[in-house]
């Protein structure tokens, strides 16, 4: 293993300190591992967070039009339910707060038991959960789809809402209708070393890619040959298209996002594909963002997220923001 | 019987298993899910340990308290929030106590797997620590004794070897399907340690199963 860090156990620590001295825009409430912003306590608050390793998510969609707070846990492990009740507590003002989970048992958990720790508060939260990858099966059987990438766009469409002064059960509506409406799936060309393992995720061969990845370097549903760029895309839009309700004549934004170690040439290959064969299918793009959005650490590799669009969802996503990894 | 004396050597002897054993819990975590459970628990319990050495009562339902709110604000992921329940549990079943007998243990445990089933909404055969959790606390259930105690242990660790045969139905496991078939449930061997401690602190003389040998 080889890493561009000093004390293992200081990983987060230091991360969060230098994005601070970066952007002084952001506060690291003291002693958490909760970034915020200035607080603006006439409009709902939106937390969200995971485990670290994802950057520039969580903490680099904090700001206006955004997030309110992001909570960071350790590396690929969700926060504690201690950290996100700081961060409720720092933002909330008289609008309540939204919580926005990525569905993972330890996420989920976490931050259901922090919303109970703060509703005990008399902070009135609510909690939606994002289930974007298509590459899992859905049951009701199982803790259902994972989520990814796609959960940007709900940050956005959801803090455009708050920001606009929607009251808290609507901008909840809105967070669970871009949920519904976006869909992705990942692939993965090498794994990532998570720094206090020192071992990688997993064993590909230089000749295999493995398909249906998720963000913290857990194998996929399957493993395959690498083959060209233009058959990774369709693999993996195929499985989106079977799965989202996306006709000819609708209105989508596209997400092309690296997973920590491709090259944006790499992935502006991929988006070639994905605007050919979205505009066969005469399926309209409204917005394309191509780049790092949500990693998995050093893994190579990249996902697509497809937001289906309506009329309001199309003004929120397009609404201004301001924030490290999401300007509009 | 459980005293406090006792109940805070079981910390520290589960610690220190659990200190042996991180690469092993990492090692199938990351054969199945992402890698860290050893090192999330050895975190946590390292935390538990110590402010159980710098808070001395004579209270066994405190101890158990401030045992769960430590793993719950430091080991983070799915075991956290589960292994807190357990000592929550705990905590509520021996409040105001110095010490318990084999009966108090066992309803304890009884509480503590029912919290793990509320809390984590799994299932018996769903290759998770309800697996090992539900045949232990039956085990006891059906004799809340000291040899209750032992037998307890000795079927938490089959039970442990036998979630290698399962698909997973919940956790980051469940992800990967049938793949997750072949390997261990890394919260099951964990779990299963902790009765294995437990019982030990209580019996003395467990022989301490060959985890490496047998699950890697």
Sequence with gaps: ?328 | MLTTSAFVAFIQAYTNRLDELQPLLDQLDNQIGDGDHGTNMTRGFHAANERLTSTPTDDLGALSQTVAMTLLSSVGGASGPLYATVFLRFSAQWKGQSQVDAKEITEAIVQARDGLVVRGKAHVGEKTMIDVWSPAAQTLQENPTVSGLLKAATVAAEAAVGTRELVAGKGRAAYLGERSRGTCDPGSVSSAVFFEEFANVIVGGVEKTPWPTLVS
Aim: net charge negative; charged share 20%.
């Design chain 1, 1 to 328: 293993m080889k890493k561009l860090m000093n004390e293992v156990g200081h990983y987060v620590d230091e991360m969060l300190d230098g994005i601070v001295l970066a952007h002084p825009e952001l506060r690291r409430l003291p002693g958490t591992t909760v970034l915020v912003r200035a607080k603006k306590a006439d409009k709902v608050a939106l937390v969200s967070g995971g485990g670290s390793g994802h950057e520039p998510a969580h903490g680099g969609f904090v700001g206006p039009g955004m997030l309110d707070a992001a909570v960071a846990g350790e590396m690929f492990t969700s926060p504690t339910p201690d950290q996100i009740l700081e961060a409720i507590r720092a933002v909330h003002g008289d609008q309540g707060v939204l919580l926005i989970v990525k569905n993972y048992t330890g996420d989920v958990m976490n931050f259901e038991m922090a919303a109970e720790m703060a509703t005990m508060e008399g902070i009135h939260v609510e909690q939606v959960v994002v289930d974007d990858d298509v590459a899992v099966q859905n049951s009701t059987h199982t803790i259902g789809r994972r989520g990814i990438a796609g959960t940007v766009f709900v940050h956005k469409i959801a803090g455009a809402a708050a920001e606009a002064g929607y009251p808290l059960e609507t901008v909840a509506q809105i967070a669970k209708r871009t949920i519904a409406n976006v869909h992705s799936m990942g692939v993965a060309l090498s794994p990532c070393t998570v720094p206090a393992s020192g071992q990688p995720s997993f064993q590909l061969a230089d000749d295999e890619i493995e398909i249906g990845i998720g963000i913290h370097g857990e194998p996929g549903v399957r493993r395959e040959p690498i083959r060209p760029a233009d058959d990774v895309v369709d693999t993996l839009l195929d499985t989106i298209l079977e799965n989202a309700a996306i006709q000819a004549g609708d209105d989508v934004a596209v997400l092309v996002n690296g997973l920590g170690a491709t090259p944006l040439s790499e992935l502006y290959i991929a988006n070639r594909r994905i605007a050919k064969r979205l505009a066969e299918q005469s399926v309209n793009i409204q917005q394309t963002r191509v780049g790092e959005y949500m990693t998995s650490l050093e893994m190579a590799g990249f996902s697509i997220s497809l937001l289906k669009l309506d009329h309001e969802l199309t003004k929120l996503l397009n609404a201004p923001a301001t924030t490290i990894a999401w300007r509009s």
